[in-house]
Nanobody, 114 residues
Framework: EVQLQASGGGLVQAGGSLRLTCTAS????????IAWIRQAPGEGRVGVAC????????YYRDSVKGRFTITKDNAKATVYLQMNSLKPEDTAVYYC???????WGQGTQVTVSS
């Protein structure tokens, strides 16, 4: 059974950077789709970025294009989300999700102060 561990959140000023990490206990093959999804206070969960997905292999939400980068280290079964030029509207709990299986990690809080 795949289990996910997300980390890297924190408090940062606007314009700053954070790198989120999602480590899987195991990934039987390299084709799993791994996504970062966030939930802001009072809002629903929305997809931020994914890898091994879409026609080009990655997907980014319009609001994070050019600022966030998702990468994957197959040997470590780990996915990273590098977040640069953070904005207060990026404040949310960030979750990683793996498919197939719809497996979720615990969230990591990202807070961006203005």
């Amino acid at each position: 059974e795949v289990q996910l561990q997300a980390s890297g959140g924190g408090l940062v000023q606007a314009g700053g950077s954070l790198r989120l990490t999602c480590t899987a206990s195991t990934l039987p093959h390299d084709d799993y789709t791994i996504a970062w999804i966030r939930q802001a206070p009072g809002e629903g969960r929305v997809g931020v970025a994914c890898i091994n997905c879409g026609e080009q292999g990655t997907y980014y939400r319009d609001s994070v294009k050019g600022r966030f980068t998702i990468t994957k280290d197959n040997a470590k079964a780990t996915v990273y989300l590098q977040m640069n030029s953070l904005k207060p509207e990026d404040t949310a709990v960030y979750y990683c999700n793996v498919n197939p299986g719809d497996i979720w990690g615990q969230g990591t809080q990202v807070t961006v102060s203005s």
